[in-house]
């Protein structure tokens, strides 16, 4: 069974802070995808990234940079030098390969970027 | 390109009445997801189209069903409301199911009430 793990609840930062949000993830497939979905206070999910099981190389687009280790099962999420508008719920997801997998998605985690 | 559109974007409906929510895929896609959004559940996947087929359904009682029409166009009914229906309804299009094409976008959500 999949399962996303979203620790971090709410976290208030101060703006210009760096900021790390964890995801841990449980599945049995080799092949899966991860995702990272922004959920600004108007609602709609903004699609921010996603990574497939094979390819642990990070990434880094402009402020946001993905740090994915398949070893301890997390792929985590760092905003440089955060914004206001960065203020948002984020949400880590996960699915699997073989045929029509649902997504399983975390919690969330809301962050508060205090100017 | 236009983004995945959902109407309405708001609905008051009362207890035991049904409800038909809509969503149109971003040109081009032909997968539809719907997911259910609660402060105590969070994300829960309702069920998936594509080809005008179920492929994949969550853990939702009968009440809750859906449909894709030949243009991709998606639509889910709710029937016989109870107050625990009360959600932001979100819709998502990919390009397709299959693992290397998937990445979500969604909708604006419908915010559904129920009194």
């Known amino acids: 069974a999949q399962k996303v793990t979203q620790a971090q609840t709410e976290i208030s930062v101060v703006e210009k802070e760096d900021v790390t949000l964890d995801c841990v993830y449980e599945?049995?497939?080799?092949?899966?995808?991860l995702f990272w979905y922004k959920q600004p206070p108007s609602g709609e999910l903004v699609f921010l990234i996603r990574r497939n099981s094979f390819d642990e190389q990070n990434e880094i687009s402009g402020r946001y940079s993905w740090n994915f280790q398949k070893s301890t099962s997390s792929f985590n999420f760092t905003i440089t030098a955060s914004q206001v508008v960065d203020s948002a719920v984020y949400f880590c997801a996960l699915r699997d390969s073989g045929g029509y997998q649902k997504v399983t998605f975390g919690t969330g985690t809301k962050l508060q970027v205090i100017p | 390109k236009a983004g995945v559109t959902q109407t309405p974007r708001y609905l008051i409906k009362t207890r035991g009445q049904q409800v038909t929510l809509s969503c149109s895929p971003i040109?081009?896609?032909?997968?539809v997801s719907w997911y259910q959004q609660t402060p105590g559940q969070g994300l829960q996947f309702l069920f998936e189209?594509?080809?005008?087929?179920?492929?994949n359904k969550g853990n939702f009682p009968g009440r809750f069903s859906g449909r894709q029409f030949s243009n991709s166009r998606s639509e889910m009914n709710v029937s016989t409301l109870e107050l625990g229906d009360s959600a932001l309804y979100l819709c998502?299009?990919?390009?397709?199911?299959?693992?290397?094409?998937?990445?979500?976008?969604f909708g604006p959500g419908t915010r559904l009430t129920v009194t």
């Open positions: 998502a299009s990919s390009l397709a199911p299959y693992l290397k094409l998937y990445e979500q976008y």
């Open positions: 040109s081009g896609h032909r997968s």
């Open positions: 599945t049995r497939d080799t092949t899966y995808y």
């Open positions: 189209y594509f080809s005008e087929t179920q492929r």
